[in-house]
């Protein structure tokens, strides 16, 4: 069997790459009869794909209603004042995701921005109060270091984690 240019193995990684992103749950045998691979090529292309860190896990979509959870959203705006490395530490150690847990939240995403903004922080809480508390314990743990955050309730999902809401159709009650 000849060996595959390296354009061609980039190329069968990103048609196993969108085809997970479509759906993370399809069994490897599902992946190679869509895509006309054998089994145990899917199978080397997603271990690569996983042990080169180009893949960092799977995740579930799931309704808020079933969990009793409401999605929020803070928005934040650093101070000029650079962050001391003791200050990043509770970000790479996961403290961020502790702090969240501490006020009954679920960290979904936190992203780094360029812009107007520095971060973005999407996390599930039970209700308004416990959300806000978390905003609050966010200011008090980088107190020094954010000037603005913003607190926004998703009111409903259109899409999440590129898969469209089962419910679509609740979605026009918001008009």
């Known amino acids: ?10 190329r069968d990684e990103k048609k196993v790459i969108y085809e997970l992103m479509r ?4 069994s490897i045998n599902i992946l190679s009869d869509k895509l006309g691979f054998s089994r145990q090529k899917v199978w080397r292309i997603i271990k690569k794909l996983q042990d080169d860190k180009t893949i960092w896990g799977y995740t579930a979509v799931v309704s808020n ?6 999605d929020y959203i803070l928005i934040g705006k650093r101070t000029a004042k650079p962050v001391s490395k003791e200050n990043i530490q509770p970000v790479i150690k996961k403290g961020f995701e502790k702090l969240a847990k ?3 939240c679920i ?4 992203y780094y921005l ?6 973005i922080s999407l996390f599930k809480a039970k209700d308004l109060p416990d959300a806000k508390r ?3 314990e966010f200011h008090k743990m980088y107190q020094n270091y954010i000037q603005k955050t913003i607190l926004l309730e998703v009111l ?15 979605f026009a009650e918001f008009f």
């Not at 759906?23 to 399809?26: E, G, K, L, M």
């Open 156 to 170: 409903f999902p259109v899409r999440e984690n590129g898969i469209f809401n089962p419910r679509i159709e609740k």
């Open 134 to 136: 978390f905003q609050e």
């Open 114 to 119: 360029n812009g107007d903004y520095d971060f």
């Open 107 to 110: 960290l979904v995403d936190t």
């Open 65 to 70: 209603e079933k969990l009793g959870m409401k």
């Open 1 to 10: 069997m000849a060996k595959s240019s390296k354009q061609e193995i980039e």
């Open 23 to 26: 759906d993370s749950s399809q």
């Open 102 to 104: 501490n006020n009954f």
